[in-house]
């Protein structure tokens, strides 16, 4: 089923678009909600892959891996979402600080909420140890396909889970003294 | 670390569990995606474009100026700045003197006509000239020759190309040459005909030197007389 969908959006037809994005959406947005603790831009995230995906299909040599290519470009996108924001944030930052402001940052969906110390937490890693903490802990991908997502050795993988495990005990830690 | 590593399962199901089900297709995804497409196929349209207008251009260059220009079509060229900087005119005719020197060889004429800038200021010659054949008359010659494109002297020589040709830019009596081969003379009862020499700038200039021992052989009677005309060239031997 999936196949044959993959095949008509190959040959144009976007109307199919459609039927992959009702198949494929809710994963992808709870995997993207999950990376950016932020409801509306994850779906924007979504859309734009389902967009990006659109226009690649046509190379995808192997239909069954849409699920796998959905996940990586969401994650991609994810991650170079908060490089741009890393560059954002430090130019407010500097500019904050020639005027004397002080931080106005929104907390992120959720956060108020009891319990959701954690939740907040997770905003403090980097965008790739956030990633290799969902992909294994949400998605329960082994090692080896949280690599290929991050396209990185399972040993980095292992790394930024390891640390960014570290930072959220830390922040907790620190929360609960 | 168990601890930690359960905490965050039930947290991920938990706020996964707040996002809300998928029953629409967003209307701007396909209207997205289908401007993706064709975006798409337009940059694999250009590059194909640019790909092979590439290779068209890289080919043309590889391949060198062409050997072989058809007589009477002459490439005229740009106006080209000397080393001070002020551009060099094309030769006039009124500029030239135009002199054959042909010597005889395996029953045809070889050599070549020798052009002389004799004026006082700098010009320059490119391409390949026209070249008309005149009866005792003073009438063109139109039928019974047959002109064809030779290659320069320095090429059929070996010898490196000189700097800056084609062009080839005449100070005030400096001399280029067009390398000629003429066979079988019969037209005109063998009697010597004259050339006129049209200059790409506009104009001709008629070919002294030619008399009865640099006239081609007449070997082959009712059969056209051959004239292969190379391209100007810089001259600079006698």
Not at chain 1, 96 to 116: I, L, N, Q, S, V
């Given at each position: 089923m999936l196949n044959s969908s993959v095949d008509r959006v190959?040959?144009?037809?976007?109307?199919?678009?459609?039927?992959?994005?009702?198949?494929?959406?809710?994963?992808?947005?709870?995997?993207?909600?999950?990376?950016?603790?932020?409801h509306g831009l994850a779906e924007d995230l979504v859309q734009e892959a389902f967009v990006r995906m659109a226009g690649r299909l046509a190379h995808l040599?192997?239909?069954?891996?849409?699920?796998?290519?959905?996940?990586?470009?969401?994650?991609?996108?994810?991650?170079?979402y908060f490089r741009r924001k890393k560059v954002e944030r430090a130019y407010l930052e500097r500019t904050?600080?020639?005027?004397?402001?002080?931080?106005?940052?929104?907390?992120?969906?959720?956060?108020?909420?009891?319990?959701?110390a954690l939740w907040q937490a997770l905003g403090t890693l980097s965008g790739r140890q956030r990633a290799a903490i969902v992909l294994r802990f949400y998605e329960d991908l082994p090692e080896r396909k949280v690599a290929e997502i991050l396209n990185c050795?399972?040993?980095?993988?292992?790394?930024?889970?390891?640390?960014?495990l570290e930072t959220l005990r830390n922040q907790i830690g620190g929360e609960d003294r | 670390v168990n601890e930690i590593d359960d905490q965050l399962r039930q947290l991920f199901l938990r706020k996964a569990a707040d996002v809300a089900p998928h029953r629409e297709v967003p209307r701007s995804l396909v209207t997205r995606a289908r401007r993706?497409?064709?975006?798409?196929?337009?940059?694999?349209?250009?590059?194909?474009?640019?790909?092979?207008?590439?290779?068209?251009?890289?080919?043309?260059?590889?391949?060198?100026?062409?050997?072989r220009q058809p007589i009477g079509h002459s490439t005229r060229p740009p106006v080209r700045p000397t080393t001070s900087g002020a551009p060099v005119a094309e030769c006039a005719s009124a500029q030239l003197r135009a002199v054959a020197s042909l010597e005889g060889a395996a029953g045809s004429r070889v050599g070549a006509i020798v052009l002389t800038n004799a004026s006082d200021a700098a010009c320059t010659l490119q391409g390949r000239p026209d070249i008309t054949v005149l009866n005792h008359n003073g009438d063109?010659?139109?039928?019974?020759?047959?002109?064809?494109?030779?290659?320069?002297?320095?090429?059929?020589d070996g010898s490196?190309?000189?700097?800056?040709?084609?062009?080839?830019?005449?100070?005030?009596?400096?001399?280029?040459?067009?390398?000629?081969?003429?066979s079988n003379w019969c037209l005109d009862g063998g009697a010597v005909p004259t050339w006129r020499m049209g200059i790409p700038a506009g104009g001709t200039v008629d070919v002294s030197g030619l008399d009865a021992s640099t006239v081609a052989p007449c070997n082959g009677p009712g059969q056209p007389s051959t004239i292969q005309v190379g391209p100007f060239e810089p001259r600079a031997g006698p």
């Open positions: 190959t040959a144009g037809d976007t109307g199919k678009l459609g039927e992959l994005y009702l198949r494929h959406a809710d994963g992808a947005v709870r995997l993207a909600y999950l990376l950016t603790r932020d040599r192997d239909p069954e891996a849409f699920d796998a290519y959905l996940r990586r470009t969401v994650v991609n996108l994810s991650n170079s904050r600080g020639e005027m004397g402001a002080a931080r106005t940052d929104e907390p992120p969906d959720g956060a108020h909420e009891d319990g959701e050795r399972p040993g980095t993988v292992k790394s930024l889970v390891s640390r960014g | 993706r497409i064709a975006l798409n196929a337009l940059s694999v349209g250009i590059g194909v474009v640019v790909l092979a207008t590439g290779a068209f251009v890289g080919v043309r260059a590889l391949s060198g100026p062409p050997a063109p010659i139109t039928s019974g020759v047959t002109f064809t494109a030779s290659s320069p002297q320095w090429a059929a490196p190309q000189p700097k800056d040709w084609p062009v080839v830019t005449l100070q005030p009596g400096d001399r280029a040459s067009v390398r000629i081969g003429w």
